[in-house]
């Protein structure tokens, strides 16, 4: 049943931008569409600055919006550079909400074809405001100029699996059989809808499997915001994309840089990290070798039978799991680096699907960290068993493999057993185990529901109704800001924890990755040195999500040219060689390219130094985002809080102290644990220190008057929310 139609005109993109962004309201059963006005387009770029402004704006002001008050909203924007066929990695776009695990916004960045299509349907953005009665789905059609919100009846079949269902829509809109990849489907599954660990799969469909791919906008429950909306899912039927499509300023110059910056990555992938053969899938062997990969719940960074060999996750064992030639997948039309992997050949062990023979998208490097060995499990056969299923459910990976890992954790420790967790024997390395807790998610019932809740809310009710130590619990427990962390031990790496905890979201990589610097190249040692880099990358990791880009062709294909630079310049202290100083330049000239809007490197990071703050303030709306909220790391993050941890790195530990001018002579381990918890934990809170002073904030977390008025966001309802914490 059609509950609201709406007709409209499409427009040529132009410079990047549709000009209109798409308003719905399910509650109401109302379709709007907006104007983006110049002020936008300056001032927040698009994809997360767009979707930043029209959730500010659209949010009642006089409350705290919770996760699941009818006026939370889920946006989607690309940005001005998403949809261009020429550049790799132009088509992702940012998807917002509040999340239902921190209670502020997340941002999740995500492939598929959704963005771009979206755009050249008419619009740089959809918000969704409100909820429906029914299950029902917004299709926009972008060739007929036609928006529909339709109500799910029974009859039509459609099935709960996301794979399934994302199948079935494709071939229900695709105007005929050859014209199945102008469909883009979004949806998720039964597990977002009983646990706060919902993602959206963002399809694409690719021509010569005949099978509509997806990727996940993973982080922070926005599947469950999803569902709680009752949304079955999103259809966007695009007119044909070309080169023109995106429409530039300066159509050659774009094109030959991205030629450009294409050549480079076919010639030197090979050579490097083999993205467009292995993907991220690359990374576990570095990991373990680097003693930097998660193993039983983050609490040893390498497997410890076979450390500094190759691990049961090698690139060769990737290599052979992964199916198809070598490019053979991106997740937009012309990526180069086409780095998303499949696997064709897995055959279901456990639960409905059991016997089956599917593909499963994947498994991506915090998969196989995340529920392979941060689980103790070292066979990639569970690994690909829980991508699927986690895929298909629509559960997140990263917060299913942290929060499971806990739970192994607790269940090791006596916290909880048998009679607690229904029978199952969670240990490490129980991958059964641990699959039945995905399938109780997915079914809304037994111990798997509460564990689904995350880490945040399982520590409040092991303490409350099994009588564990509060304290032990957040030391283990590897959540922050109510996000579970992903996939890297930063115990050793002051930075990344800085990069973990100093975060606008909770504990994500994709602000900073600094362990490398701070750890192998040793590069960043003073404070001065590592608050410089948390500003610097998180401004530069924000500007992609600000313009529908992808940052792996950005540093995980790295330029011949990069020997000629310093690592550092030695007048400002700067980082210079991991900014990948010659992308950086492309990036500008491509930015002003598209958009006509002459760009140098700094305006770059300018435009996301704006965006970055505003989230930041809006944060503070929502009754968070201050001093208070970044501290308190579970000290996991950084030290040992075990004797068994202690030991495992004990000379390290040992020489650590001695450093420190103490005689450890004699010394029990817990007493050596207490001193260096001390000594860490003063450290990252001077770490704290330097980088509010490096970013502009006062000593309570929050931006100044003065660099608000200087990055001209100077609203009077944005003054009124940082006022009171000047
Ligand atoms: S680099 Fe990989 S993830 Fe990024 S756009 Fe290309 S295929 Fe997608």
Redesign the pocket.
């Known amino acids: 049943m059609i509950l609201a139609e709406k007709k409209y005109e499409i427009h040529e993109v132009q410079k990047g931008y549709a000009n209109r962004t798409l308003y719905i309201n399910l509650s109401k059963s109302e379709i709007t569409i907006k104007p983006v006005t110049d002020e936008m387009k300056k001032k927040f770029i698009g994809g997360k600055g767009f979707d930043l402004w029209l959730m500010w704006n659209s949010l009642p002001k006089d409350k705290i919006v919770k996760w699941d008050d009818l006026e939370n909203e889920i946006c989607i924007s690309s940005g001005p550079l998403g949809g261009s066929i020429f550049y790799?990695?132009s088509?992702?776009c940012i998807v917002t909400s509040i999340s239902p695990l921190t209670g502020i916004i997340v941002d999740s960045n995500v492939?598929g074809y959704f963005g771009p299509y979206l755009k050249f349907s008419g619009f740089d953005a959809l918000e969704i405001q409100g909820k429906a009665k029914r299950e029902v789905i917004i299709y926009i059609d972008g060739i007929e100029g036609l928006i529909q919100i339709k109500e799910i009846e029974d009859s039509e079949g459609l099935s709960e699996y996301s794979h399934e269902l994302t199948q079935q829509l494709t071939q229900e809109y695709a105007p005929d059989e050859n014209e199945k990849q102008r469909v883009s489907v979004v949806s998720s599954g039964p597990a977002a809808k009983n646990t706060k660990w919902g993602i959206l799969n963002f399809s694409w469909f690719v021509r010569g499997r005949n099978w509509a791919s997806v990727k996940q906008a993973g982080r922070g429950g926005i599947g469950t915001v999803f569902k709680k909306k009752n949304l079955k899912a999103l259809v966007c039927l695009s007119p044909k994309v070309t080169v023109k499509s995106n429409n530039p300023a300066n159509l050659e110059a774009a094109r030959e840089l991205g030629k450009t910056h294409s050549q480079e990555i076919i010639k030197l992938d090979p050579k490097q990290n083999e993205?467009r053969r292995v993907g991220t899938g690359h990374l576990p062997d570095i990991m373990n070798v680097t003693d930097l990969l998660p193993t039983e719940n983050f609490r040893f960074g390498m497997h410890k039978e076979i450390s500094g060999k190759e691990i049961p996750y090698s690139r060769e064992v990737m290599r052979s799991i992964y199916s198809g030639k070598e490019g053979a997948d991106?997740?937009?039309i012309g990526?180069t680096?086409?780095?998303?992997h499949y696997s064709e050949g897995h055959i279901v062990l456990t639960g409905p699907f059991k016997g089956k023979k599917v593909i499963v998208d994947g498994p991506e490097y915090e998969t196989i960290a995340g529920c392979g060995s941060n689980w103790g499990v070292w066979d990639p056969k569970w690994v690909l068993e829980t991508n699927f299923y986690c895929d298909t459910y629509g559960l997140d990976t990263i917060s299913v493999g942290t929060g499971i890992a806990f739970v192994m954790e607790c269940y090791e420790e006596g916290i909880l057993n048998k009679e607690i967790t229904d029978g199952l024997e969670l240990n490490f390395a129980n991958a059964k185990a641990a699959i039945e807790l995905i399938h109780q998610m997915a079914k809304g019932e037994g111990f798997g529901v509460i564990v689904g809740q995350g880490i945040r809310e399982m520590k409040k009710i092991f303490a409350e109704k099994y009588g564990a130590d509060p304290q032990f619990l957040h030391d283990i427990g590897m959540e922050h800001k109510g996000l579970e962390f992903s996939e890297y031990v930063t115990k050793e790496s002051l930075a990344q924890q800085g990069g973990y905890g100093l975060t606008n979201k909770g504990p994500q990589h994709d602000e900073a990755w600094l362990i490398f610097e701070d750890v192998i190249r040793n590069s960043i040692p003073s404070f001065e040195d590592k608050a410089r880099a948390l500003r610097w990358f998180p401004l530069w990791r924000t500007w992609f999500g600000l313009n529908g880009l992808?940052k792996?062709?950005w540093n995980d294909i790295q330029p011949e040219s990069q020997a000629n630079y310093p690592i550092k310049d030695t007048n400002t202290g700067e980082l210079v060689r991991a900014k990948v100083p010659d992308h950086v330049e492309w990036y500008a000239k491509y930015f002003s390219a598209v958009t006509g809007r002459q760009s140098t490197p700094d305006d770059l990071i300018n435009m996301s130094e704006r965006v970055y703050n505003f989230q930041r303030i809006f944060n503070i709306r929502l009754g968070q985002g201050l001093r208070e909220g970044d501290s308190n790391l579970p000290y996991r993050a950084m030290g040992p809080v075990t004797a068994l941890e202690y030991e495992s790195r004990a000379n390290r530990y040992d020489n650590q102290l001695k450093d420190l001018g103490f005689n450890i002579e004699g010394m029990f381990i817990e007493e050596k644990i207490k001193i260096l918890r001390k000594h860490r934990e003063e450290q990252y809170s001077k770490l704290q220190d330097a980088v509010y002073k490096e970013r502009g904030w006062n000593q309570k977390g929050c931006p100044t008057i003065e660099l608000v008025k200087e990055l001209g966001i100077d609203y009077d309802d944005v003054i009124s929310v940082i006022s009171p914490h000047q």
């Open positions: 790799p990695g088509g992702k492939g993205m991106g997740c937009w990526c680096v086409s780095c998303s992808c792996l062709p």
